[in-house]
């Protein structure tokens, strides 16, 4: 049979297992191979074992059989021919293994790196990162690894994990300088490669308890949005293979995520901080009895998810008794944080009327002053009210800045309508109001309140005002009731009323006077206690 040359090494075995034919690529591969010579003994093992179970039927035929020659690897195929010899031709497998394998451990590292990120970002808060990245690290990257974030007051955070184990936090007060790279990492700089670093080097503080000797480190930076979010420390015992060059590549990419992760945790956590305290400056305040005067308040946002918008109320105490309280109840174009933050400025600005608050257009003038002359685009109502205790009952000064009137609830029921009137605040170079005076008797309170309760869309078809028939009818059954109780009820109302709909910014302020103090007593002969 006449064989056509071919760049592969091919054997030819009769079913006794004796070479009958070997081409010079098969004798280069195979140097102890001759022709009449037998297969066994002077080729791999698994190739003589291929051919024995192809002889027997044990193997299917065409079954593919492979195995290493040296350092190489090789897929023999069989091919009977017709007189019941099998040509085994050979090749090389060993760079499509090599591909093969690189791309099931890329595949592998990008499905980590994804699940890495999606299980980093799923947490804005820096510990839990933290706590994260190193049980990550220790699972997929080290035996050990060390999340270590910048210096604090008390010392260095570190997060510590050992491989199949539970992260543990620590704060150490040590010099990251004994530890080659780590000083730089947490500097940001970038990492030191690890066959610099001597594992024999390593400071008792950074390996852990019973881990062993050391055999490897890597340590790389964890970058951060323009400042460094930490350092990552990887450790691996004595006896396993030391770090290659592909490893700490790869471990530096899940740094960035780590780091870019922390990064945006730590944001997160400044930001909130510096929100609750603005926000705390933005809301209104818890309001009590002043100058024994009952007030009482309540805001409703006009988003559920929000707590501040253009609604505001205030009660600035009289410096001593007998001196008339400043109670102030706005309300800032729009809703939201924009709103908010005019809302801030006026009640800054009217914080600083205060040596003037007896003058109630003097105020209004100034404010409407400092509203005009700033870069504010929007306009707000007011409603103030000069309140002091006289006598049993409690004298009001009440000035309207464009605002809804204020409403007076007597004992009896009965509610009246504040006569005070006035223009826009922030429009008009003159914002003029008049003031009108209002005597609560013990029982009586004065209601101020913004057009988003009157305005209030909802109720059976859902497109119907709240109205102020309707809000007077309310107040009217709430003759009587504490001030906190009058509030609760009225943004009760507004929450049934408007359901689910959309709706404007609430506030409300109730400015009460406290029933008489009056005598009981046990057979008429006690002194009796006095209650209010």
């Not at 809301?283 to 409703?300: K, S, T």
Request: some cysteine; overall charge negative; glycine content about 10%.
């Amino acid at each position: 049979m006449a064989l056509v040359p071919v760049p592969y090494p091919v054997v030819i075995v009769d079913r006794s297992g004796t070479v009958r034919h070997a081409n010079p690529q098969a004798s280069h591969l195979f140097p102890a191979l001759c022709p009449g010579g037998p297969l066994y003994g002077n080729v791999p093992a698994w190739l003589a074992d291929g051919h024995a179970q192809r002889m027997t039927g044990a193997s299917p035929a065409g079954a593919v059989v492979s195995g290493p020659v040296d350092e190489r690897v090789f897929e023999a195929h069989p091919t009977v021919q017709d007189d019941g010899d099998v040509l085994w031709w050979l090749v090389d497998d060993t760079d499509r293994r090599l591909a093969r394998e690189a791309l099931r451990m890329e595949r592998e590292r990008t499905a980590f790196l994804a699940e890495a990120s999606n299980t980093l970002l799923s947490s804005l808060n820096l510990e839990r990162c933290m706590d994260v990245t190193a049980q990550l690290a220790a699972e997929y990257l080290a035996d050990a690894a060390l999340v270590i974030a910048p210096r604090k007051a008390r010392g260095l955070p570190v997060v510590l994990c050992l491989s199949g184990g539970e992260p543990q936090r620590f704060t150490w007060n040590v010099d990251p300088e004994d530890v080659l790279g780590l000083g730089e990492a947490l500097q940001g700089f970038p990492p030191v490669p690890s066959r610099w670093i001597d594992p024999a080097t390593a400071p008792g503080w950074l390996v852990p308890d019973g881990f062993g000797p050391v055999g490897s480190i890597v340590i790389t930076p964890l970058p951060g949005h323009g400042v460094p979010a930490g350092a990552l420390v990887l450790l691996r015992r004595s006896g396993e293979a030391a770090f290659s060059a592909e490893e700490e590549v790869f471990a530096r990419l899940f740094a960035a995520r780590a780091g870019a992760a922390m990064s945006a945790a730590r944001l997160y956590a400044e930001q909130s901080s510096l929100a609750q305290t603005l926000m705390r400056d933005l809301l209104p305040p818890v309001l009590q009895r002043m100058g024994g005067v009952e007030f009482a308040g309540g805001y409703r946002a006009a988003k559920d998810h929000e707590r501040i918008g253009g609604d505001f109320y205030d009660v600035h105490p009289a410096a001593t008794d007998g001196e008339e309280s400043f109670a102030v109840l706005g309300d800032v174009c729009g809703k939201g944080l924009e709103a908010a933050v005019l809302t801030g400025k006026i009640r800054n600005t009217l914080q600083a009327l205060l040596p003037m608050a007896d003058d109630h257009q003097r105020v209004i003038d100034l404010l409407n002053s400092a509203l005009l002359n700033s870069q504010a685009t929007r306009f707000a109502t007011l409603i103030m009210a000069s309140v002091v205790r006289e006598g049993g009952g409690v004298r009001l000064r009440v000035t309207s800045a464009g605002h809804e009137p204020a409403l007076i609830v007597r004992g009896d029921g009965s509610v009246e309508e504040g006569a005070s009137r006035g223009t826009l605040v922030g429009v008009l170079p003159e914002a003029r109001a008049t003031t009108t005076q209002e005597t609560l008797a013990p029982g009586d309170f004065c209601v101020l309140f913004t057009d988003g309760f009157t305005e209030a869309k909802g109720g059976p078809l859902g497109d119907e005002l709240f109205g102020e028939s309707r809000l007077k009818k309310a107040l009217a059954h709430c003759a009587a009731m504490p001030a906190e109780a009058v509030v609760e009820h009225m943004l009760m109302l507004a929450s049934e009323w408007v359901g689910s709909e959309v709706h404007d910014d609430m506030a409300v302020m109730i400015i009460a006077a406290p029933r008489s103090a009056h005598l009981s007593a046990v057979g008429g002969h006690t002194r009796g206690r006095f209650t209010a």
